[in-house]
């Protein structure tokens, strides 16, 4: 009887997980791989589309015993499977074209006559009358579900050294439905969300119910990296932006340009007549998908689709990229987002069996309700995301308010993870990890952090080599308060220089934040127009260790600062403060900040006291951030940034020196240029009121570092030109590599191109010129004409280096003028 019940047991447990899984390559005749060919399962809507390799990986929930492939110019073939699992087929297809009842064009598809051109022109006609934009207002319930997971997991590794200790985790192993691979799950992140809009008034407002974390909670730079990465997106917008870059949405209206459309099919998708049409991109190394979509035949609103990144397109460290979609049909004429899923495969490069990450994100839509009314100021009530009653919620909550359950393997996330947290050799792995993305050592048993370690050393001609150290408190990534410190040594002068600050958060609603603090130390002054209160920061010039020609201008300054900042409208920051700094030259023989003072000995001053009144505000529509303590952390670039800052000179106040008034305003916007890349702009001017010396004034930032930074001119010397009057401008803009891969022996190595142009106009009165006449560098403003230079870089450079040519388009018959110069940088970037 214990036999039969435990057969009979297996028998349930194995019908219950039925489900079909095929794998494999597709070629030709020839053995060469077929690309976008279409595999499908007989008489379903299930399918996908192999890859630039031929690979193709397809898993079903149901039972399935004949697999159809198909691309155009090639005979159509069905295989019988035999099995639930059929793994390493190799299909080879035969050129001869096969016609069904759709008719299919061969090769590269033309965009005249084509009946899926057709069908893609009522799309855009329609698209504006589907969804959300039918109805006055709207709400709705939003479940979102974050996890990564380490990938292509095998015995090899499951053995390693690494993992000693530890096997317990590979109790909760799955395989993706996309990719075939086996994973593990490491990071889940739940959330659940009430959104509400109005369409007449524009407005729209999201209500945090629930938020529920494994594995990282404590680590701002972790959630953050992962809620900027899967930003949300419309696929019928013309451009997609993901990873910071804008791919060509297969429903764009450029997309004829882009893509090659086939219809393919016809079928009935949920009670309702869909047309199927496949896509794939014209030319390699273009950020473009392939995939295919359904269609309704009369509201012409798309039922599913599916995108994947072709993995010829200039993307560094994404292997695979896979989108789906699932929308409602609500009425004859309302198709709404149900459902939208994800998947991310990360690694260090695109060979099919390298190991990586995948980055999954399932976002799930229900309990829509249309045409009730909410008042405006219901949408201009602020709410507090970081409530602990929302990121504390019962398992009972999260069981009735999931929109999708979890899987028995994400299920075991939670308390896999919190066994892993007890475990010595996981613990020094997260914290050596920890160390190198924040560049700070924790020393959690006295809640302090030391470094940045990034900023430990340095050279210049005042002090040599330099060394830095640091620390601050940390309690938590929340912490109300906040104190920082650094020293400083210079082997060459043998002095000791120090920066210490300190923040606290006095109210949490309006960002109400009282700061101060001191400084003394050699500084690079004029490395920006706009004046910096920073008491803690670095500067690249005079820390740097190689520069171009002598780096010889620095200044001794003993900065003290006390500020009061506040939010009191989302992204609207105010500050209001004072500062008193003590300025004089580092190299009096090489530099002098020398002015005419008549109460003087010798009638010439060589330090600066100064005291400030300063007002600033900064406004940065767009931008987000994550946390709620006195330092909270960005999670998107992509946004505008507007700065007015006015500043007044007390004289007498402590002795302070000059009476002088201060304006400057900066616009910065980075624009998304769909296809042709992205262009950051920045626009800057200022004027000072009053006679003031060289260490007042505005100095137009060159760089003599070996360094490219944005909004410096790479060709000037530092104190190159000085104003009291300004107006400057940069432009760089990122083609992605839209012009390198359509040259034949450029195109595989995934370079980008950047082009730059920046120039700056300015003046300086009579009365600051006869001021700082003392002074022993020459006193010259871009009056006469603007100022201009332009650079032409390489980008992806072995993917983290980037290098720019900069030429300087005037002023060459300055004395030591450098028409020429060479500058790079290195990071990580998609």
Partial sequence: MQRWLAVLVFWISAFGLAQTKVGGVVVDELGDPVAFANVLFKNSTEGTISNDDGRFYLESQDRFDTLVISFVGYTSREILLSSRATLNMEIVLVEGEQLDEVVVYVGKQSKKNNPAIDILRKIWAKKRSN??????????????????????????????????????????????????????????NEKFTTVYGDNEMNLDKQVVMGNKNSGFSNNQAIIAFVQDLYTQYDVYDNYIKLFDKSFTSPLSKTGIDTYNYVLADSAYIKDKWCYNIIYYPRRKNELTFKGDFWVNDTTYAIAEINMQVTRSA???????????????????????LKRDYLLTDFALNKKDKSRGVYGKRTTVYDNYIFDQAQPKDFYQQKQDPFNPVVMERSDAFWENNRLEDLNRDEEGIYAMLDTLKTVPKFNTFYYLASVLGSGYIEIDKWNIDLGDIYSAWGYNDAEGVRFRGGVRTFFGQNDPWRIQAYGAYGFMDQRIKYGI???????????????????????????????TTDVLGRSIASGNLLTVGTNDRLTNINLSTLMLEMEPVKNLRMRFGTSFRTLKSALPEAFSLDYLDPDAPGGVSSQIRQFDLITTLVYTPGKRTIGYGVERRDINDNYSTLLLNYTHGVRGFLESDFDYRKIQF???????????????????????????????????????????????????????????????????HNFNGRIFSRIPLLRDLNLREIVGLRGVWGELSEENRVLSSPTNIPLQAPDDRIYWEYSFGVGNIFKIFRIDFNFRGNYLESPDARPFSVTGTFGFQF
């Fill in 131 to 188: 969804g959300l934009r039918l109805y006055d207002q709207y709400r709705y319930d939003e479940y979102e579900k974050i996890e990564f997971d380490l990938n292509t997991i095998d015995s090899a590794l499951m053995q390693s050294k690494i993992f000693r200790g530890m096997e317990f985790v590979f109790e909760d192993l799955d395989t993706s439905r996309i990719t075939g691979k086996t994973y593990l799950p490491v990071f889940i």
């Fill in 314 to 336: 200039n993307v560094n460290w994404v292997k695979e990229l896979y989108i789906e979609q699932e929308f409602e049909v609500l009425s004859d004429s309302v198709f709404l």
């Fill in 501 to 531: 600050s300190g923040k606290v958060l006095l109210d949490r609603r309006n960002r109400l934040i009282l700061s101060g603090g001191n400084r003394r130390d050699i500084e690079q002054l004029g490395l920006n127009l706009t004046a």
């Fill in 666 to 732: 900066s616009y910065t916007q980075p624009w998304q240029l769909g296809g042709l890349g992205r262009l950051t702009t920045s626009v800057e001017v200022g004027k000072t009121f009053g006679a003031v010396p060289l260490g007042l004034l505005n100095v137009v930032p060159g760089n003599q570092t070996f360094f490219t930074i944005f909004n410096s001119f790479p060709n000037l010397d530092f104190y190159e030109f000085v104003t009291d009057t300004y107006t400057s401008m940069h432009l760089e």
